[in-house]
């Protein structure tokens, strides 16, 4: 089956009817048989994203992680949470934009919330670095996490970050410290921890908010060691192959529930979360609220030594190294 | 992560640098040196003060105790758990290249008479970087220290987190740092000596939660790779960035020694750090 060329321009024809349809939903109502061609295109526009959506290649998920329409942190603050308090500032040296820590309910209860903040357009994401958190960022969740701590509030963490951000200022402050010391923080938390991945989860940047009890990664969310382009320009120096680098990292929700990573993959709309944030929304705060009951009610002692037994398991190797080198793996 | 880009470049350049021969070029003053002199000065140009790197055999034999090192879990390998592209056949070159199975050698051993344990990446396999084995052994590493009442010492020389193993390389991190934390509660020391070059995952876990972080001159300290850096912000990066030097006016290692020193240092502040008799020192030694 020849299912590339198919999907590129399957991929072209379902952009085209989406912006025909968005034009004629705006188009004035006098427009003749504006009923029966709205629905003709509907269903048109259903009929392929069914198609290319069934199975998407990683790459396609990859797309719909990093697509500019995709729901953010201000987003999910929004639908997910209520009494919304964000509090600044790592009391070290500075606010990181890139970060967000805050008080808020989740479905009635107090919780600390921290999560990378993208922003919705090119003027905030220049503020924000989209997403790429300085060391101050990391360290001003750590300081909110032991607050947590401090409380006994459950922590909930929105991972959505293409990566640490590569500065020369983050360098200096130290960012590989304040990832380490990060992870170290959430590994060694009284509290409740759950996590989820909604957009990008971009390496080190991601874990240092990553590590939890629960970690729930959305249907079209990515996961990955280093970004697909970046693997293909070191493994054939060639940043085009991207969409092989993409299969071969095996980043996709679906891959790290296999691989143990991840706990549970919360469904998505059909073609990804910005086509009905709500519903998306719906699905992540049913299930964030579903786990945190349940790792609420594990003692803390019994918590932690479960959540360190969780990441001590991870990884794949074996003690017969005579498997190696016979080609038997 | 990032660094791997920079990584094969380097590799090509030591090759071509360091020939089989009788004669070794210094990379950074370019003079000849004469191989026998460089191994008697511990691969230090004598001319410059260069810390060529050491392999992951060369690193313990200067920092263990003649005799006294019990190797921990030689037997880990890897099974390419993503049945990645390439990964198979280059991961069997660095096991004939090398005759080791991973990048990490691990177990205990003396340091001027100080029992303790240790772990050390090794560069020459495949750059050093992190996959599941290296994230066990350490994560071992520092268990067994508490099981023994052991302090750790780490040499980290690294590239990073493994790109072969995708994610499950990036949960190594958690896994390692999760082992210090116990370490941490114990109340038993961990010096993480930092060699060139370490960089990426492993800095970004065990290697930067050190209760001493102990570099060695000259050496490449940092997260993300200078070239990415240098892409971001479309500047120039500053001299001697990410130098083992640049970290210490950053405040991120206490020390920074020569390798000639390296052996006594760890071993006068694994005394130093010892609380009640709970370090071992064999006074035979
Ligand atoms: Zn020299």
Same mark, same amino acid.
């Given at each position: 089956?020849?299912?590339?060329?198919?999907?590129?321009?399957?991929?072209?024809?379902?952009?085209?009817?989406?912006?025909?349809?968005?034009?004629?939903?705006?188009?004035?109502?006098?427009?003749?048989?504006?009923?029966?061609?709205?629905?003709?295109?509907?269903?048109?526009?259903?009929?392929?994203?069914?198609?290319?959506?069934?199975?998407?290649?990683?790459?396609?998920?990859?797309?719909?992680?990093?697509?500019?329409?995709?729901?953010?942190?201000?987003?999910?603050?929004?639908?997910?949470?209520?009494?919304?308090?964000?509090?600044?500032?790592?009391?070290?040296?500075?606010?990181?934009?890139?970060?967000?820590?805050?008080?808020?309910?989740?479905?009635?209860?107090?919780?600390?919330?921290?999560?990378?903040?993208?922003?919705?357009?090119?003027?905030?994401?220049?503020?924000?670095?989209?997403?790429?958190?300085?060391?101050?960022?990391?360290?001003?969740?750590?300081?909110?996490?032991?607050?947590?701590?401090?409380?006994?509030?459950?922590?909930?963490?929105l991972v959505d970050t293409p990566a640490a951000y590569p500065g020369v200022e983050a360098?200096?402050?130290?960012?590989?410290?304040?990832?380490?010391?990060?992870?170290?923080?959430?590994?060694?938390?009284?509290?409740?921890?759950?996590?989820?991945?909604?957009? +990008?989860?971009?390496?080190?940047?991601?874990?240092?908010?990553?590590?939890?009890?629960?970690?729930?990664?959305?249907?079209?969310?990515?996961?990955?060691?280093?970004?697909?382009?970046?693997?293909?320009?070191?493994?054939?120096?060639?940043?085009?192959?991207? +969409?092989?680098?993409?299969?071969?990292?095996?980043?996709?929700?679906?891959?790290?529930?296999?691989?143990?990573?991840?706990?549970?993959?919360?469904?998505?709309?059909?073609?990804?979360?910005?086509?009905?944030?709500?519903?998306?929304?719906?699905?992540?705060?049913?299930?964030?609220?579903?786990?945190?009951? +349940?790792?609420?009610?594990?003692?803390? +002692?019994?918590?932690?030594?479960?959540?360190?037994?969780?990441?001590?398991?991870?990884?794949?190797?074996?003690?017969?190294?005579?498997?190696?080198?016979?080609?038997?793996? | 992560?990032?660094?791997? #880009?920079?990584?094969?470049?380097?590799?090509?350049?030591?090759?071509?640098?360091?020939?089989?021969?009788?004669?070794?070029?210094?990379?950074?003053?370019?003079?000849?040196?004469?191989?026998?002199?460089?191994?008697?000065?511990?691969?230090?140009?004598?001319?410059?003060?260069?810390?060529?790197?050491?392999?992951?055999?060369?690193?313990?034999?200067?920092?263990?105790?003649?005799?006294?090192?019990?190797?921990?879990?030689?037997?880990?390998?890897?099974?390419?758990?993503?049945?990645?592209?390439?990964?198979?056949?280059?991961?069997?070159?660095?096991?004939?290249?090398?005759?080791?199975?991973?990048?990490?050698?691990?177990?205990?051993?003396?340091?001027?008479?100080?029992?303790?344990?240790?772990?050390?990446?090794?560069?020459?396999?495949?750059?050093?970087?992190?996959?599941?084995?290296?994230?066990?052994?350490?994560?071992?590493?520092?268990?067994?220290?508490?099981? #023994?009442?052991?302090?750790?010492?780490?040499?980290?020389?690294?590239?990073?987190?493994?790109?072969?193993?995708?994610?499950?390389?990036?949960?190594?991190?958690? %896994?390692?740092?999760?082992?210090?934390?116990?370490?941490?509660?114990?109340?038993?020391?961990?010096?993480?000596?930092?060699?060139?070059?370490?960089?990426?995952?492993?800095?970004?876990?065990?290697?930067?939660?050190?209760?001493?972080?102990?570099?060695?001159?000259?050496?490449?300290?940092?997260?993300?790779?200078a070239r990415v850096i240098e892409q971001t912000i479309r500047q120039k990066l500053p001299?001697?960035?990410?130098?083992?030097?640049?970290?210490?006016r950053c405040g991120l290692v206490d020390l920074i020694v020569p390798r000639s020193e390296? %052996?006594?240092?760890?071993?006068?502040?694994?005394? #130093?750090?010892?609380?009640?008799?709970?370090?071992?020192?064999?006074?035979?030694?």
């Amino acid at each position: 089956m020849t299912t590339a060329p198919d999907r590129s321009e399957q991929e072209r024809e379902l952009q085209q009817l989406e912006e025909q349809l968005a034009q004629l939903q705006a188009a004035s109502p006098d427009v003749p048989d504006l009923e029966a061609r709205l629905q003709a295109l509907r269903e048109r526009v259903q009929v392929l994203r069914e198609a290319l959506w069934r199975q998407p290649t990683p790459w396609q998920v990859v797309q719909a992680a990093r697509h500019p329409q995709r729901p953010k942190l201000a987003d999910y603050l929004q639908r997910l949470f209520t009494d919304v308090v964000e509090l600044h500032g790592d009391r070290l040296f500075g606010d990181d934009p890139a970060m967000f820590c805050g008080l808020a309910r989740l479905d009635g209860q107090p919780v600390v919330v921290v999560g990378h903040h993208k922003g919705k357009d090119t003027r905030e994401n220049v503020h924000r670095r989209w997403g790429m958190p300085n060391p101050e960022g990391y360290r001003k969740a750590a300081r909110v996490l032991r607050l947590a701590d401090k409380l006994g509030l459950p922590a909930v963490a929105l991972v959505d970050t293409p990566a640490a951000y590569p500065g020369v200022e983050a360098e200096e402050r130290g960012q590989a410290e304040a990832i380490a010391r990060s992870i170290l923080t959430l590994v060694q938390l009284r509290s409740p921890v759950v996590v989820a991945i909604t957009g +990008e989860g971009g390496s080190g940047g991601a874990l240092a908010i990553g590590v939890g009890d629960r970690v729930l990664m959305m249907q079209y969310a990515i996961y990955s060691v280093i970004p697909p382009e970046g693997c293909a320009a070191i493994l054939w120096r060639d940043a085009a192959r991207k +969409e092989e680098a993409a299969s071969a990292l095996k980043l996709t929700a679906q891959d790290l529930l296999e691989l143990g990573v991840v706990d549970e993959v919360v469904p998505e709309p059909l073609g990804g979360a910005h086509l009905d944030p709500e519903r998306a929304a719906q699905a992540l705060r049913e299930a964030l609220v579903r786990h945190l009951r +349940e790792v609420q009610a594990v003692p803390p +002692e019994e918590r932690l030594r479960r959540r360190y037994d969780k990441y001590r398991r991870m990884g794949r190797f074996t003690s017969h190294p005579s498997d190696l080198l016979a080609g038997g793996w | 992560m990032l660094n791997w #880009l920079r990584r094969p470049k380097y590799e090509s350049v030591e090759r071509r640098d360091i020939p089989a021969g009788l004669w070794a070029k210094c990379p950074r003053c370019a003079q000849l040196v004469y191989r026998k002199e460089l191994e008697r000065n511990l691969k230090v140009c004598p001319k410059c003060g260069y810390h060529h790197r050491l392999s992951g055999p060369e690193r313990l034999r200067l920092l263990v105790d003649e005799g006294t090192f019990e190797e921990w879990d030689a037997e880990l390998a890897s099974v390419d758990p993503l049945g990645f592209p390439e990964y198979a056949d280059r991961y069997r070159q660095a096991v004939q290249r090398t005759g080791r199975r991973e990048a990490v050698l691990t177990g205990r051993g003396r340091i001027e008479g100080v029992e303790a344990a240790v772990a050390v990446l090794d560069f020459e396999f495949l750059g050093g970087s992190m996959g599941s084995v290296v994230g066990e052994k350490v994560a071992r590493t520092f268990e067994r220290a508490v099981e #023994l009442r052991l302090p750790v010492v780490t040499c980290s020389a690294s590239g990073g987190a493994r790109m072969q193993e995708g994610v499950l390389s990036l949960m190594q991190l958690a %896994k390692t740092v999760a082992s210090v934390g116990r370490l941490h509660a114990a109340g038993l020391p961990f010096v993480s000596v930092l060699c060139d070059p370490t960089t990426g995952g492993v800095t970004a876990s065990f290697a930067m939660l050190g209760d001493v972080h102990v570099a060695e001159p000259g050496a490449l300290i940092g997260f993300a790779g200078a070239r990415v850096i240098e892409q971001t912000i479309r500047q120039k990066l500053p001299e001697g960035f990410q130098t083992a030097e640049f970290l210490l006016r950053c405040g991120l290692v206490d020390l920074i020694v020569p390798r000639s020193e390296l %052996k006594s240092t760890v071993a006068r502040l694994l005394r #130093l750090m010892s609380v009640g008799g709970e370090v071992t020192v064999d006074h035979r030694a």
